[in-house]
């Protein structure tokens, strides 16, 4: 043993071991089933996966939310994604997760994203199609297990924000073989006359992915977007998005919040009465001073004292009005008269009477036509001259 070889701490050791498997392997998926699993307050988790020969520890940093929300436990298989390293205080190496999903989440994933591609191509999801709730509605039928947690928190806040509702539950399989039917049963027993309901409450409680994958079933979303009935789903927790959610008029967080959404609050509405009550109150009040101040200014104007002076006005107004009537008939008489005149003055021109006065005479046959022409007359004939004042006989010759 040479004694100038260099000596190294296990402090160098683990740093080397550690240096040498982050930068030798990139990020992966790693798949098995969970041995052990500890949370801890500050939210972080620490479990072992395993398979039939081996297991490794892991570390899931801030991942406690994610761990109850997908109700993971010991047992499930699971896939995570992440980075291989070194806890170089124990000498251990452990997988450091970033990502995680129960097995099989994968495949099911790319369904649901096919799925939901296709449908929002046919615009079943557009919203243009998606109808508003009743503000007021009597009836409401909820779809779910009816011994689930969900029914009863939807019960229970409904009934607390609207004592007047009447809610019928439809039993349904929520999970597993026959889920979707059971569902699409419900909406067509709630679309008939004999179980109508104003508003559908499609719900249950959070769940892994193949939990609630009959509520992402084609048939369902189909069926929802057909319902007469409004459809509200509130299906899982807040981070569960189903196609249902996407088919139907409106989509709830959790059970409670679809109660909030489609029973309306009792004390909001006595608030907003009594405030509307006011406003009316106020508007009538000032309704009332506004006619009044306008009534006093009425009141008080000079034509209620001095009503005669109002009369006079109307009869000297009646007096010239009058005046510019008979002026106007006089000039139109006028100058009828003077169209008269002219008239008969051109007549009198045109009267043979006046011809004759001027010495002319006019010359008659004995048939009473005038002989205007020699060539109307003969040598011999008898004629009769009309001069002014009577007739003369005269023969041609």
Request: with cysteine; charged share 25%.
């Amino acid at each position: 043993m040479n004694s100038n070889e260099p000596i190294w701490s296990v402090s160098e050791v683990n740093a080397a071991v550690r240096e040498l498997v982050e930068n030798s392997l990139m990020p992966f998926w790693l798949r098995g089933e969970v041995g052990t699993m500890t949370a801890y307050s500050s939210g972080h988790v620490y479990l072992t996966l395993k398979d039939k020969n081996c297991q490794i520890k892991c570390t899931f940093f801030n991942g406690a939310a994610k761990v109850k929300a997908m109700q993971l436990a010991i047992g499930m298989q699971l896939e995570v994604f992440g980075k291989l390293t070194v806890y170089a205080q124990r000498g251990e190496y452990q997988f450091n997760i970033k990502n995680m999903r129960i097995a099989g989440a994968g495949s099911l994933q790319m369904q649901f994203e096919e799925i939901k591609k296709r449908l929002a191509e046919e615009g079943l999801f557009d919203p243009e199609r998606k109808r508003p709730l009743p503000p007021f509605p009597r009836t409401i039928g909820v779809i779910s297990s009816a011994d689930g947690a969900a029914v009863r928190d939807f019960v229970n806040i409904a009934i607390r924000r609207s004592p007047w509702l009447h809610i019928k539950i439809y039993p349904a399989v929520v999970q597993g073989t026959g889920c979707a039917e059971s569902i699409i049963r419900g909406i067509d027993f709630f679309n008939r006359n004999g179980g109508q309901a104003d508003v559908i409450v499609v719900t249950r409680g959070g769940g892994s992915m193949e939990d609630l994958w009959g509520f992402n079933s084609e048939l369902l979303a189909r069926r929802i977007a057909a319902s007469q009935v409004p459809v509200v789903s509130a299906v899982g927790h807040e981070i569960d998005f189903t196609i249902a959610d996407f088919a139907a008029d409106l989509r709830a967080a959790t059970p409670s919040a679809a109660a909030e959404l489609a029973a309306p609050d009792m004390q909001q509405l006595e608030e907003r009465l009594a405030h509307t009550l006011l406003r009316l109150q106020r508007s009538w009040q000032l309704a009332a001073l506004q006619a009044e101040r306008r009534l006093n200014n009425a009141a008080g104007h000079w034509a209620f004292h001095e009503p005669e002076h109002i009369l006079r006005n109307h009869i000297q107004r009646l007096d010239e009005m009058s005046a510019r009537m008979l002026r106007a008939w006089q000039n139109a008489s006028n100058w009828q008269e003077r169209k008269l005149q002219l008239a008969v003055a051109k007549l009198d021109a045109y009267d043979p009477a006046h011809i004759l006065k001027r010495g002319f005479a006019i010359l008659f046959k004995g048939d009473s036509t005038v002989a205007d022409s020699v060539e109307k007359v003969a040598p011999g004939e008898q004629l009769r001259a009309r001069v002014r004042d009577g007739e003369i006989k005269v023969t041609v010759s």
